[in-house]
């Protein structure tokens, strides 16, 4: 007795001591750092990119000491700072900067430094960044420098990331030249200070030099243009003000993820439900009538012999099985589907639980890009799977295409586009050496898996299926307009696409207007409906072209649900025509090239999700029913 309590006593002290240290750190994303007055607090400038509030003119972003910027450097050259791999793929440049800030020490007016002349050139480039809506991002202890902007439905105020490089007023463009930083910081017991919020409020300013080598700052300075002369110079001044604030160091990112009018979200996952439910009816219905009649019609033996003869969906019971055309293709691109599926399932799951904090930066693209890899061997198994059901002898083939085909399709397609970034001279080129080291993490997790994956797959037993497949296929007859394989396609495909198109706008105005997407818990039950919409449209089609005795299911199951990545493209057309104002024809490529990946990747992940859920629906209903 004594001994299990003094067991018990342990265990609960290990508990207590698990708890006090995991305390000791914050979920989700960094330790806090802790300064007192008069300590260094290091600012890290970003790259430039577009941030339009209306219509984004431009997709590339560049680096913040581009050479045509002619923006101040540190003493002895900027140095890049560190970064997670996803944060390096979506464009990240990091570096150190000359400006001087210390902890509750306010500055009034201090100089940055004073450019060179600047070239015809250089000024003619920065002046057209004014023009596309450029903006300048900057990163104090983690937080980005952002702007202030009203809500108008709560009158709260939030902060919008980044800041504009300059602002184009009448056909004048004016470079802003001074910066007001404030910073927000919350105090904590023994004299230690955080970090809490940083808003600069940037303007132009025509400040000139005086004879102490001081800036002559002065409010009534007027607004400065940057001359297309190659004589401009231009003075960089800064001021910095330390403002107390009762924000918790954890909850510091709330201002920057403020949901703007969340009853539009609400509006979106109400919508997709009654989809979701009106194709439950829709499938219960069947379910529970049609079929359950028909099964017991099938299976009855007291009818007469006349009555007996088969009609409706049991006339193709012995060529339903009958092995698609193309069964390789089909096979490998249900295995991807299913890998995409297991990584976005996943991830999002990570994101609602907090794993995947904004202060990561790229944590959510680096633990997607993990889970893809990881996920391969699911890719393998699957797709050995459904090939060995349906007889496929090819079995190296098969290990090898799954293994290389839809990675090196979206690899190639993502380093095809890159040449584009690195003509254009971006920041979001991705460097040679993160290249190879995609290459190889795919080299040394994602092909080995897969191939296990396939191996595994293939030694198991043939998935039997539950009726024999005739040799003599069936003749298939003349269908209406409504069951014909285009037709049906895109009616499937529309449903889907209708459960996520609302949130599909969210996430390409993050994607294209830089905004941190907010609505992680919005997408997971979204997500969740795109499933179950694609598994009851594709049920549903495949039972009205059953009954009509056409048994090519295969591969219309597969592009019925797919047929929703088609839908997402033409959105991301209507998406460009509406929004953007891009005119420069490497954006344009650019953005019609990786909204096609995305779209690709929708359409064989929705695939998948058809295929294995018609696949599923069929061996369970011709399981069901009597075939001599």
């Known amino acids: 007795m004594l001994l299990a309590t003094s067991r018990v006593r342990a265990i609960l002290a290990l508990v207590a001591l698990w708890i006090n240290a995991s305390a000791a750190f914050y979920l989700p994303g960094v330790a806090p750092h802790d300064y007192v007055v008069d300590d260094p607090v290091a600012l890290y400038v970003n790259s430039l990119t577009p941030m339009s509030n209306s219509q984004v003119k431009s997709v590339i972003s560049y680096d913040y000491y581009y050479d045509?910027?002619?923006?101040?450097?540190?003493?002895?050259?900027?140095?890049?700072?560190?970064?997670?791999?996803?944060?390096?793929?979506?464009?990240?440049?990091?570096?150190?900067?000359?400006?001087?800030?210390?902890?509750?020490?306010?500055?009034t007016c201090k100089l940055l430094c004073q450019t060179e002349a600047i070239p015809k050139e250089d000024a003619e480039f920065i002046n057209q960044l004014i023009k596309d809506d450029y903006g300048v991002n900057w990163m104090i202890d983690g937080l980005p420098a952002a702007r202030e902007a009203l809500d108008d439905h709560t009158h709260e105020t939030y902060y919008n990331i980044g800041f504009s490089l300059g602002y184009n007023d009448n056909g004048k463009t004016d470079l802003n030249n001074h910066y007001d930083i404030n910073i927000y910081f919350h105090d904590r017991p023994g004299g230690v200070r955080r970090v809490v919020g940083v808003v600069v409020l940037p303007s132009s300013k025509a400040t000139k030099m005086g004879k102490d080598n001081k800036p002559i700052c002065d409010k009534k300075n007027l607004a400065f243009q940057l001359k297309e002369d190659g004589k401009s110079k231009v003075v960089y001044t800064y001021s910095v003000t330390w403002l107390e604030s009762t924000t918790a160091w954890a909850t510091r990112w709330d201002n920057y993820l403020h949901i703007l009018d969340p009853s539009i979200h609400w509006f979106s996952l109400v919508n997709s439900i009654v989809i979701v439910l009106f194709l439950t009816g829709m499938v219960a219905m069947i379910l529970l009538r049609a079929l359950h009649k028909d099964i017991s019609r099938y299976n009855s033996v007291e009818a007469q012999e006349d009555v007996q003869e088969d009609?409706?969906?049991?006339?193709?019971?012995?060529?339903?099985?009958?092995?698609?055309?193309?069964?390789?293709?089909?096979?490998?691109?249900?295995?991807?589907?299913?890998?995409?599926?297991?990584?976005?399932?996943?991830?999002?799951?990570?994101?609602?639980?907090?794993?995947?904090?904004?202060?990561?930066?790229?944590?959510?693209?680096?633990?997607?890009?993990?889970?893809?890899?990881?996920?391969?061997?699911?890719?393998?198994?699957?797709?050995?799977?459904?090939?060995?059901?349906?007889?496929?002898?090819?079995?190296?083939?098969?290990?090898?295409?799954?293994?290389?085909?839809?990675?090196?399709?979206?690899?190639?397609?993502?380093?095809?586009?890159?040449?584009?970034?690195?003509?254009?001279?971006?920041?979001?080129?991705?460097p040679f050496l993160t290249m190879v080291a995609?290459?190889?993490?795919?080299?040394?997790?994602?092909?080995?898996?897969?191939?296990?994956?396939?191996?595994?797959?293939?030694?198991?037993?043939?998935?039997?299926?539950?009726?024999?497949?005739?040799?003599?296929?069936?003749?298939?007859?003349?269908?209406?307009?409504?069951?014909?394989?285009?037709?049906?396609?895109?009616?499937?495909?529309?449903?889907?696409?209708?459960?996520?198109?609302?949130e599909l706008y969210f996430i390409m105005n993050s994607i294209w207007f830089h905004r941190i997407y907010y609505g992680i818990g919005f997408l997971f039950l979204v997500f969740g409906v795109l499933i179950l919409t694609c598994s009851q449209v594709t049920i549903l089609m495949c039972y009205f072209h059953l009954c009509n005795e056409d048994y090519h299911w295969s591969w219309r199951s597969f592009m019925t649900a797919g047929a929703c990545g088609l839908y997402v493209f033409l959105y991301s057309i209507l998406y460009y025509l509406t929004k953007l104002d891009i005119n420069s024809f490497t954006s344009t490529v650019l953005y019609l090239g990786y909204s096609a990946i995305i779209s690709i990747l929708v359409s064989v992940l929705t695939g998948a999700v058809g295929y294995l859920a018609c696949l599923l629906f069929l061996r369970k209903i011709f399981g069901s029913i009597k075939v001599d």
């Open 68 to 107: 045509k910027l002619h923006f101040c450097k540190p003493d002895g050259g900027p140095q890049q700072q560190s970064e997670s791999l996803g944060s390096i793929l979506f464009g990240d440049r990091i570096f150190t900067s000359p400006f001087e800030l210390r902890m509750a020490k306010n500055e």
């Open 311 to 430: 009609y409706g969906w049991k006339l193709v019971h012995g060529d339903v099985f009958r092995p698609p055309t193309q069964l390789m293709f089909l096979s490998v691109l249900v295995g991807s589907g299913t890998q995409l599926i297991a990584m976005t399932a996943l991830t999002l799951v990570f994101a609602v639980l907090g794993f995947l904090s904004p202060s990561n930066r790229g944590s959510l693209a680096t633990v997607m890009i993990i889970f893809f890899m990881v996920f391969g061997c699911i890719s393998g198994y699957v797709s050995a799977r459904v090939y060995k059901m349906n007889g496929g002898e090819a079995w190296k083939s098969n290990v090898a295409l799954t293994a290389v085909f839809f990675p090196g399709l979206i690899l190639g397609s993502l380093f095809a586009l890159n040449f584009f970034l690195i003509a254009s001279d971006s920041s979001g080129a991705v």
């Open 438 to 502: 995609v290459l190889g993490l795919y080299a040394i997790i994602s092909f080995p898996l897969s191939v296990a994956g396939s191996y595994f797959g293939f030694r198991k037993p043939r998935i039997e299926q539950p009726v024999r497949t005739n040799q003599i296929p069936r003749q298939i007859p003349d269908q209406p307009f409504y069951l014909r394989p285009i037709p049906s396609i895109l009616m499937g495909g529309i449903l889907p696409f209708g459960a996520i198109f609302i």
